[in-house]
């Protein structure tokens, strides 16, 4: 029999690459994808998966104790959970939210995990809960934790809420945490689509500050390659960073945006900073090269020009996303389909 995978907020961002990625690479894998379809979760990010058996998508949140057990009660392996809210600006205009999902939502899930048997339990998380750097330097999985932001601090707690089941009772869990992902299906408040789109658009991108703070950029592919490995090899209790070796400033990032969208530079605007801001991340993955063997493959001008075409091509797509009408379409696809909250994944 065929190994069961349940992905938590696989109508996001990354969740979406990683069940795409799954079902491709892994014909002996079936999965239940569990999303609340928040503002983030958009079922058009599968669209092409539609008449798809192996996936099984159903609504619910991680929040909801009884929701999570019976969606659980078929069985699963492995649990992978993207589920979160993810944008740090949003943390800052509403931290209580990040607190109930992130926090309280990855606990409950957890303990449900623990009840059903779920042999594994992947806990996706951020280089942000190391905080922030100076010129110089890098995080490894030994640094210590110092988050800035309610985000980056919820995501945190979850992460030593997860080890400390893994020291206390034992539970077999795993952490990733990694650096800023681009790629498709990237919801357009993030600084890579929003500003494609915004130049699309003919409208100001709006930089934060000086521009200077510095990401290390990770195409979401070789992010989604790692957190499979991750999932089948780690060791029980292990963290693992995972990194794209390409560490930019958003300012150079913003131009070569610019230029591989065929705009000007005069649509920057430098605007107030983010409150808080973290200056730099950046990462050592040494340990996920040595022991697991994974690197990142995709150059980050390569994979910009990539994500610039994709977003180019798909103009329906974030139109839709900017305008609010995707969410028309759970409705849509879903009217009169939904007995026991949950509908086969189409
Ligand atoms: P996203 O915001 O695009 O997607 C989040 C998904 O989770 C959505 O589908 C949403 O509907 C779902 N969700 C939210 N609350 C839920 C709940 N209570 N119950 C069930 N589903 C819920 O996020 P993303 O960028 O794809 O990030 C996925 C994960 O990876 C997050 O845990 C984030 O912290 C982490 N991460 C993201 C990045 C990045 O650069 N995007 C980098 C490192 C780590
Ligand atoms: O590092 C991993 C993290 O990367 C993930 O854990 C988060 O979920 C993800 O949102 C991302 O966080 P950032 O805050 O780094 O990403 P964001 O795209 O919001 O911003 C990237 C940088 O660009 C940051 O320095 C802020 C800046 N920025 C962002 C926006 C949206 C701007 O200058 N202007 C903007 O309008």
Redesign the pocket.
Known sequence: MGLKLFVTGGCGFIGSNFVRLVLRERPDIEMVNFDALTYAGNLENLRDLEGEKRHRFVRGSICDRAAVDAALAGGCDILVNFAAE????RSIHEPQVFLETNVRGTATLLEAAVKAKVRRFVQIS???VYGSLGPTGVFTEATPIQPSSPYSAAKAAADQWVLAYHHTFGTDVVVTR???NYGPYQFP???IP?FISNALEDKPL???GD?R?V?DWLHVDDNCRAILRVAEKAAPGSVYNIGGQSERE?IDVTRALLRAVGKPETLIRHVQD?PG?DRR?ALDISKIRRELGWEPTVKFEEGLQATVDWYLKNREWWGRVKSGAYREYYEKQYAGRLEGGGARGR
Do not use: A, C, F, I
């Not at 993810?86 to 600006?89: E, L, N, T, W, Y």
């Open positions: 993810s944008h740090v600006d951020t280089d942000e990694s650096s800023n408040e993030k600084l929003l709006p930089v934060y521009g703070q990401r958003n983010r801001h991340y």
